[in-house]
């Protein structure tokens, strides 16, 4: 009996890279590279049709990052290992990305014979995280320090948080619902959860307090 293939989806709004993947990929017996997609909507969109092993995913995209797209699948498949494949070597991308389920994180200039190792590692549930980028973990760890007590997250729900940051970025209400997946009636109250919690009353307020206990960080939005 033939053995499955480990399923592989590529997601990047490089075309290079996207079909740079595939043709490498292509040349092994025991994976098969089942759809490619420019984007994080696409792929959450298309998700369904192609139900893969394995997501190479990038970080820094239009619309949805790397990052969301990767908390928002993991939350619905949890079956699914991605692995972020980026030229992006901030400590700060690693934690958000392992945070959001990611299994493995991948500079781009990973070897060809190494890339092809990592794949089947995870598939194995082994965990990668570039060597090039544990030394800087772990001084960022080693340095980090502790919140106050009470204030780690506000007593925030893991859905008020994920607003909480959207709202910290910018987004408007509907920008939220449409990224979360959920109705804008349903991010209100979410929201007004939120002003509750901090003790506030505008969104000026729980931003500036957000910030400033650490519970969320500014970041930088790609349009």
């Known amino acids: 009996m033939e053995t499955a293939k480990i399923r592989v989806i590529i997601v990047d709004d490089h075309q290079m890279v996207r079909e740079g993947m ?3 990929l292509g040349f092994e017996k025991d994976i098969e590279v089942v759809a490619v997609f420019g984007s994080g909507s696409e792929c959450l969109e298309q998700i369904d049709e192609n139900l893969p092993d394995v997501i190479f995913m990038d970080i820094r995209m239009p619309g949805i990052s790397g990052i969301e797209t990767t908390r928002l699948l993991c939350q ?7 692995i972020m494949l980026t030229a992006h070597d901030e400590v700060q991308y690693v934690t958000d990305a392992i945070s959001a ?3 493995g994180y991948v500079l781009k200039k990973v070897r060809q014979e190494e890339l092809i190792k990592i794949i089947r590692d995870v598939v194995d549930n082994k965990s990668f995280l570039d060597p090039d980028l544990t030394g800087s ?3 960022k760890l080693k340095h980090k320090k502790s919140p106050l007590k009470g204030e780690e997250n506000q007593n925030l729900t893991k859905r008020e948080l994920e607003v909480l940051q959207y ?4 987004s408007t209400d509907e920008e939220i619902a449409k990224l979360l997946f959920i109705s804008k009636y349903t991010v209100r109250s979410h929201i007004r959860n939120i002003f509750q919690k901090f003790n506030a009353t505008s969104k000026t307020q729980v931003v500036s307090k957000a910030i400033g206990r650490g519970i969320v960080r500014e970041r930088e ?3």
């Open 167 to 170: 709202m910290v970025d910018g």
């Open 101 to 103: 389920g990611a299994k």
């Open 22 to 24: 595939r043709q490498l």
């Open 76 to 82: 619905k498949y949890p079956t699914i290992k991605v």
């Open 221 to 223: 939005v790609k349009q």
């Open 137 to 139: 973990l772990f001084n």
